[in-house]
């Protein structure tokens, strides 16, 4: 991978992050898992992990992603969703592609604590007051995965 500065690194990495959430909240079905969350709030928070993941500044202050999403039911056809529209957000800002690369292998490396293999009653709340977020893909979306596939 190219050597980038901290700037840099910061700069590519927000504008993506930027442009996945603005995709995500736009989205009819998928800003559903973002309900609780403001959009700021959670663009900063990806920014400063991925940063942090990618050896710039330690500035991520939050959950690690087993500790941050018990309460959201994600399948194999969700995360394929978030990756879809994750590429498509690098895209739009031009992301080096080394960058999307090493952004792509952080993100499988905390797949198997994100995914859930069975039902809701595998999400727990991370507090007394969080709702479990189950939001079973619809069929039209799992028949576009599949012809994207």
Known sequence: ???YTDEELYKYIFEASEEFYELAYKDEYFKKFF???EQDIITTQQTDFMVQNFGGPK???GRMPKDAHPQVWVDENIWQYREDLLKIAFENVNTPEDIQEKWL?????FKHVII???????????DKIDEIIYEPM???LKAKLKKAA
């Open 116 to 126: 859930n293999h069975g039902g809701p009653s595998e999400c727990t709340p991370r």
């Open 59 to 61: 500035m991520y202050c």
């Open 35 to 37: 309900r609780n969350i």
């Open 138 to 140: 619809p069929e039209y």
């Open 1 to 3: 991978m190219k050597k």
């Open 105 to 109: 292998k952080i993100d499988a490396a």
